[in-house]
Nanobody
Framework: QVTLVESGGGLVQPGGSLRLSCAASGSINSLYAMGWSRQAPGKQRELVAEITTGGMTNYADSVKGRFTISRDNAKNTVYLQMHTLKPEDTAVYYC??????????????WGQGTQVTVSS
């Protein structure tokens, strides 16, 4: 069983910074990518950033230039460094690990979520 544990959320003022961390317990076979998504009240969950084990990254347009995703493959950990935070960044942030299954399919494991609140 794979468990993802998130940390780093909290309350910050607009323009502030936070770093989120997500670590997987135990070993993970066939890991392909790690990522972060978020869900604000009344809205659908949206992709924020993702990174493959090879280092290829992808960001939502709304966070491009402000957020940076990184990973430590040896520690099974993914980070999201957030700068210049805005009130519209307020959401529950969920990390995910995607593994590559036989036959070309993927399976995604999700963290429990961590609350990020940006408010003055």
């Amino acid at each position: 069983q794979v468990t993802l544990v998130e940390s780093g959320g909290g309350l910050v003022q607009p323009g502030g910074s936070l770093r989120l961390s997500c670590a997987a317990s135990g070993s993970i076979n066939s890991l392909y990518a790690m990522g972060w998504s978020r869900q604000a009240p009344g809205k659908q969950r949206e992709l924020v950033a993702e990174i493959t084990t090879g280092g290829m990254t992808n960001y939502a347009d709304s966070v491009k230039g402000r957020f940076t995703i990184s990973r430590d493959n040896a520690k099974n950990t993914v980070y999201l460094q957030m700068h210049t935070l805005k009130p519209e960044d307020t959401a529950v942030y969920y990390c995910n690990f995607r593994i590559h299954l036989v036959g070309g399919a993927f399976k995604t494991y999700w963290g429990q979520g961590t609350q990020v609140t940006v408010s003055s």
